[in-house]
């Protein structure tokens, strides 16, 4: 195949998959969004109680996610219409989803407020975010099934019809939100818990929707089945490969949470303008994510059908499409930088810290975008889940973490400083995935 034909199908592929993704992913995130900033509108106890439950709940899909996103590791690499082989991916994934999510709620239902108790001394905030624990558990079976579902959909070529149901979820959860909390229409005035009962009806319809078009789906390939030699996937391949993602998943949540811990000494300015920055780069992660999926999906499926080097020239041009897009963020946030900053209702002092964040952030961005789209997307997609986990801990735990903890208690060292110390470990892993890559190490058959 020339190399013209092969950039073709893979815009075509880009088009196709990467698009969805990104309204998917956007969709997703605005639904939480939207929920806070709902809850913004009553007082200070109900915004910080559901923070605090919601962080915790994010333990249970942070996990959940990570074992979804294995999934779709085999999902991607089986041929469409080998249902005996997804049917056995299905069945090790819902049975890990239900003990996963057995052991979380035995935990929130003896351990949930002592947990808020240990983040908080208010006994409204306590109140507040007991209730929403209590409450919101019954969706978490549903909802981790709404993600597994998703990931299948993406795979086998469903999204814009998955899309299709988030968005209307995301939508209807927004309008019952206003309403049900501020008693719009001929609905009743619930304040916060129109919040929450908006939350779990619209999750149980989403996991409805989704499950209805499971079936269609199912259904649809099993009347196209042919007779496959492999039919079952081994229980060591499949958890060798998932539990990776699921540990990476988890230093990356409690290393968050720890790097914000250690800012938020140095004052509520500097947490500000760190906070702030994080907000800003979360959009963009919003693109790199959905980027990164797009290549699992996309080498997934070449890598189930044999083409080694189709797949291995598709990396090749997502890479550089990765490149590009960076330098183009780079070049409009150095435009806009000026009229991003002046939007954030922060103090001056903040916002010259982040105005130096932000510059540290452009020199980073193309190894950093770089190394999501290896660990998320190319290595993920050809079953190599343990490089990436291993310089993540490397990276992050081995030589970021400990680094911030130094400056942070023993020196008086600007936050500036201590990120641009700190991001050098992007470079280490960037060096390190090239090396792999060329190596062609990661391209492994686990189908």
Known sequence: MKINNIQKKFFQNLLNVLIPIIIQMSVFNLSDIFDMIIVGKFNDFTINGF????KIIAIDLTIICALCAGAAI?????????????????LKSTLIIL?????????????????ICFSTNDNNVIEVGCTYLSKICITLIPNSFSILFGQFFQCKGYIKHSLIINAIGT??????????????????KLGYMGVIYATIFTRLLTFFLLFILFLYVHNKIKGEQQEFVLEKIDNNIFLKTIF???LQNAFWFISSALYTILYGKLGTEILSAYSTFLTIAGIYEI???????????????????????????????????????????????????????SYFNISINAKASLW???????????????????????????????????LDFVGCWIYSLPLVLFFVTKTNLKIEFIVLLSSFEEIFKMCIFIRKFLQKTWIKKLV
Do not use: H, W
Request: charged share 15%; aromatic share 14%.
């Open 51 to 54: 923070f605090i439950s919601r």
């Open 244 to 246: 990776p993602i699921i």
């Open 287 to 341: 693109f790199l994510n959905s980027n990164a999926t797009a290549a699992s999906i996309v080498l997934g499926n070449l890598q189930g059908e044999d083409k080694k080097d189709e797949l291995y020239a598709f990396a090749k041009l997502f890479l550089s499409f990765t490149i590009f897009i960076s330098i183009l963020s780079i070049i409009l946030i150095i435009i806009f930088k000026s009229s991003i900053i």
């Open 99 to 115: 003990l996963i999510n057995f052991i979380f709620l035995l935990i929130i239902k003896l351990y949930g407020r002592n947990i």
């Open 356 to 390: 130096n964040l932000l510059f540290i952030g452009n020199l980073f961005m193309i190894p950093k975008a770089l190394n999501i789209l290896f660990g998320a997307g190319i290595f993920r997609s050809g079953g190599d889940t343990k490089i990436p986990m291993i």
């Open 74 to 90: 085999f999902f991607a690499q089986v041929k469409k219409n080998n249902i005996k082989l997804l049917d056995n991916i299905l």
């Open 171 to 188: 939508i209807l959860n927004i309008l019952l939100n206003y309403c049900l909390g501020f008693g719009y229409l001929f609905f009743p």
